[in-house]
């Protein structure tokens, strides 16, 4: 069988029980062949059990990058029969389905007649090489094979992940690679065709959370305290495996309550702090964000969202966290609510997350999801050339007289503050309300002159908010936030080339609400369209409660699967077409 396109573009689907490595299969493609020169990014999907169970995972690679996943492929390993069964009919015309022919049978499957079939004694390889765990290393020597690139790059992958086994690991994983390698080879006809060809540069491949670590160390993070949870737990373990090589502080609380107070404390002492959880750990951590708008206190609160209500989807995507993170915590306070679209936001916005925090003296609650925190993509090495660091209003020596006024009514709203050693810097400061030096207090006059010095911060800071981002220009607005980010983006070449044309805005800092700057960016629509990753569209809740604008239409997922570009494509295109 010969595919009828050469391509310049391939999708990889890997897929058996978890603790097969099928995570590791697509992670190891996708890195060696950034450093090949090429462009990839990874998704998975996995069930919320250690082993058994079924897991699949996907890479996609380009000559130029890539801005979506999409659902159907060109080439599968396939660990079991179960994942045979329940992909075969996503592998596209002239593909292939990579199995081990000794270890499945495949006899009652019915396989769509386009797709090639290709056994591979996997599992035997694996055992001659040394090491039955290392069936997944002759799979993906099996892909280089069909896709016809060389195994050598795979090689300092490998020489990568296991040098710290020895030298004797290594050797076995080699031995693995180029028995799948080889068997395909000298075995089989097929091949992917394809152009892909790498422009030399050197990149890197970089996770979603671990590029919210990265954005944190060239922050000047030097605090983090939370509880595992997933899909937020990264964070945690990248800013650990890296603290003693930056002098970062890093605590595995007890639990999430712990986690929010220990990084307010620090905050509150003058250090930048920050804690990471994902949505039932941020629920924990309402009363606490209250505290620290009470005391202005900055801190940084990452929240990688996932499906709720409850435990709800704990390894699956997810948007449905942003009223919460809107309005947790009792009583009026102002709070920033940042959405990262991609890796380089998390970069960026983790840098901005810190300073807009220190600056204002306010709680600051970044939200990503699982589709972001989990996907490894191909990133350049100046990824971090954006971040800039202000401390904010630290009062001078002159003012420290012994009668520090910590919450000094100001224009703005923003109080100097002092730090822990500074003479002369110190003040009171409780939970309860309080006048200018934080002595709390309950009277009508000193009550009103704090709450509306608090929220006077909010008004400075929505002056000095980016307005959203605008991709494109058309009549036709297409309005997200977070992980819709790039498939929306993909959407919009896709639809380009159809004849429809659109305008997507993406909207990073959501409260305060940018009113008069998406107002005027929305006044001469023709259609403005909704994409969000939860039921009850919030983010167009939002909308419609700071502008009185409404949607035309509203494109919703929230079964806790990553939307792709076409899915998106077609959506709107279904709408367009009608009218």
Same mark, same amino acid.
């Given at each position: 069988?010969?595919?009828?396109?050469?391509?310049?573009?391939?999708?990889?689907?890997?897929?058996?029980?978890?603790?097969?490595?099928?995570?590791? @299969?697509?992670?190891?493609?996708?890195?060696?062949?950034?450093?090949?020169?090429?462009?990839?990014?990874?998704?998975?999907?996995?069930?919320?059990? @250690?082993?058994?169970?079924?897991?699949?995972?996907?890479?996609?690679?380009?000559?130029?990058?890539?801005?979506?996943?999409?659902?159907?492929?060109?080439?599968?390993?396939?660990?079991?029969?179960?994942?045979?069964?329940?992909?075969?009919?996503?592998?596209?015309?002239?593909?292939?389905?990579?199995?081990?022919?000794?270890?499945?049978?495949?006899?009652?499957?019915? @396989?769509?007649?386009?797709?090639?079939?290709?056994?591979?004694?996997?599992?035997?390889?694996?055992?001659?090489?040394?090491?039955?765990?290392?069936?997944?290393?002759?799979?993906?020597?099996?892909?280089?094979?069909?896709?016809?690139?060389?195994?050598?790059?795979?090689?300092?992958?490998?020489?990568?992940?296991?040098?710290?086994?020895?030298?004797?690991?290594?050797?076995?994983?080699?031995?693995?690679?180029?028995?799948? +390698?080889?068997?395909?080879?000298?075995?089989?006809?097929?091949?992917?065709?394809?152009?892909?060809?790498?422009?030399?540069?050197?990149?890197?491949?970089?996770?979603?959370?671990?590029?919210?670590?990265?954005?944190?160390?060239?922050?000047?993070?030097?605090?983090?305290?939370?509880?595992?949870?997933?899909?937020?737990?990264?964070?945690?373990?990248?800013?650990?495996?890296?603290?003693?090589?930056?002098?970062?502080?890093?605590?595995?609380?007890?639990?999430?309550?712990?986690?929010?107070?220990?990084?307010?404390?620090? *905050?509150?002492? =003058?250090?930048?702090?920050?804690?990471?959880?994902?949505?039932?750990?941020?629920?924990?951590?309402?009363?606490?964000?209250?505290?620290?708008?009470?005391?202005?206190?900055?801190?940084?609160?990452?929240?990688?969202?996932?499906?709720?209500?409850? !435990?709800?989807?704990?390894?699956?995507?997810?948007?449905?966290?942003?009223?919460?993170?809107?309005?947790?915590?009792?009583?009026?306070?102002?709070?920033?609510?940042?959405?990262? =679209?991609?890796?380089?936001?998390?970069?960026?916005? !983790?840098?901005?997350?810190?300073?807009?925090?220190?600056?204002?003296?306010?709680?600051?609650?970044?939200?990503?999801?699982?589709?972001?925190?989990?996907?490894?993509?191909?990133?350049?090495?100046?990824?971090?050339?954006?971040?800039?660091?202000?401390? *904010?209003?630290?009062?001078?020596?002159?003012?420290?007289?012994?009668?520090?006024?910590?919450?000094?009514?100001?224009?703005?709203?923003?109080?100097?503050?002092?730090?822990?050693?500074?003479?002369?810097?110190?003040?009171?400061?409780?939970? +309860?309300?309080?006048?200018?030096?934080?002595?709390?207090?309950?009277?009508?006059?000193?009550?009103?002159?704090?709450?509306?010095?608090?929220?006077?911060?909010?008004?400075?800071?929505?002056?000095?908010?980016?307005?959203?981002?605008?991709?494109?220009?058309?009549?036709?607005?297409?309005?997200?936030?977070? =992980? !819709?980010?790039?498939?929306?983006?993909?959407?919009?070449?896709?639809?380009?080339?159809?004849?429809?044309?659109?305008?997507?805005?993406?909207?990073?800092?959501?409260?305060?609400?940018?009113?008069?700057?998406?107002?005027?960016?929305?006044?001469?629509?023709?259609?403005?369209?909704?994409?969000?990753?939860?039921?009850?569209?919030?983010?167009?809740?939002?909308? !419609?409660?700071?502008?009185?604008?409404?949607?035309?239409?509203?494109?919703?997922? +929230?079964?806790?699967?990553?939307?792709?570009?076409?899915?998106?494509?077609?959506?709107?295109?279904? +709408?367009?077409?009608?009218?």
């Amino acid at each position: 069988m010969t595919p009828k396109t050469v391509k310049n573009k391939i999708h990889i689907l890997a897929g058996g029980p978890a603790g097969t490595g099928i995570e590791s @299969i697509t992670h190891s493609l996708a890195l060696a062949l950034t450093r090949e020169g090429l462009f990839a990014i990874t998704t998975s999907e996995y069930q919320n059990i @250690i082993r058994g169970g079924h897991s699949f995972a996907s890479v996609h690679v380009g000559n130029t990058e890539i801005l979506s996943h999409q659902n159907h492929y060109d080439l599968m390993i396939a660990m079991d029969k179960n994942s045979v069964q329940q992909h075969c009919t996503e592998i596209d015309e002239g593909g292939a389905i990579i199995y081990d022919g000794e270890k499945i049978n495949i006899d009652d499957i019915d @396989i769509p007649e386009t797709v090639e079939m290709i056994h591979v004694p996997i599992a035997r390889m694996a055992k001659e090489s040394g090491l039955s765990l290392a069936a997944n290393v002759v799979g993906v020597g099996a892909v280089f094979a069909i896709i016809g690139q060389s195994p050598e790059q795979m090689k300092t992958v490998l020489e990568t992940i296991f040098t710290r086994k020895g030298k004797e690991v290594v050797e076995i994983n080699h031995r693995a690679l180029q028995a799948g +390698y080889d068997y395909v080879k000298e075995n089989v006809t097929h091949q992917i065709s394809n152009q892909l060809k790498g422009d030399e540069k050197k990149r890197f491949l970089m996770g979603g959370n671990e590029a919210i670590a990265l954005g944190c160390i060239r922050s000047g993070l030097k605090f983090l305290s939370a509880y595992p949870m997933t899909p937020g737990s990264t964070i945690l373990t990248t800013l650990a495996k890296e603290s003693q090589n930056y002098d970062i502080v890093v605590v595995h609380a007890e639990d999430e309550i712990s986690a929010v107070n220990m990084a307010i404390g620090a *905050g509150h002492s =003058g250090i930048r702090a920050a804690t990471g959880t994902s949505g039932g750990g941020f629920a924990l951590m309402g009363e606490a964000v209250s505290l620290a708008g009470q005391i202005e206190a900055p801190v940084v609160i990452f929240d990688a969202q996932r499906p709720g209500p409850s !435990t709800g989807l704990p390894t699956r995507t997810g948007q449905g966290d942003l009223r919460m993170a809107m309005h947790c915590g009792q009583g009026d306070f102002p709070r920033l609510v940042i959405a990262a =679209g991609d890796h380089q936001d998390c970069v960026d916005l !983790t840098g901005e997350a810190f300073n807009y925090a220190e600056k204002y003296q306010l709680p600051v609650i970044f939200l990503t999801e699982k589709y972001i925190a989990d996907q490894y993509r191909t990133c350049e090495f100046d990824i971090t050339k954006n971040i800039n660091i202000d401390r *904010g209003k630290i009062a001078p020596p002159s003012e420290l007289d012994g009668n520090f006024m910590r919450y000094k009514d100001t224009p703005d709203g923003i109080s100097p503050r002092s730090v822990p050693g500074m003479k002369g810097g110190r003040y009171t400061s409780t939970s +309860y309300e309080h006048d200018e030096h934080g002595k709390p207090v309950e009277e009508t006059p000193e009550v009103k002159v704090m709450m509306e010095k608090r929220w006077r911060k909010i008004k400075t800071l929505e002056k000095e908010l980016p307005d959203p981002k605008v991709f494109g220009s058309s009549k036709n607005k297409v309005m997200i936030w977070g =992980g !819709t980010k790039n498939p929306t983006l993909e959407a919009q070449n896709i639809l380009q080339k159809k004849g429809f044309d659109i305008e997507v805005i993406q909207m990073q800092y959501i409260l305060p609400f940018k009113t008069d700057a998406v107002q005027e960016i929305l006044k001469d629509r023709e259609n403005l369209i909704m994409v969000e990753g939860n039921q009850s569209g919030q983010l167009e809740g939002v909308l !419609t409660e700071f502008t009185g604008i409404t949607p035309d239409y509203s494109i919703r997922s +929230y079964y806790g699967r990553p939307m792709t570009g076409e899915w998106i494509a077609q959506e709107i295109e279904k +709408y367009l077409s009608k009218l």
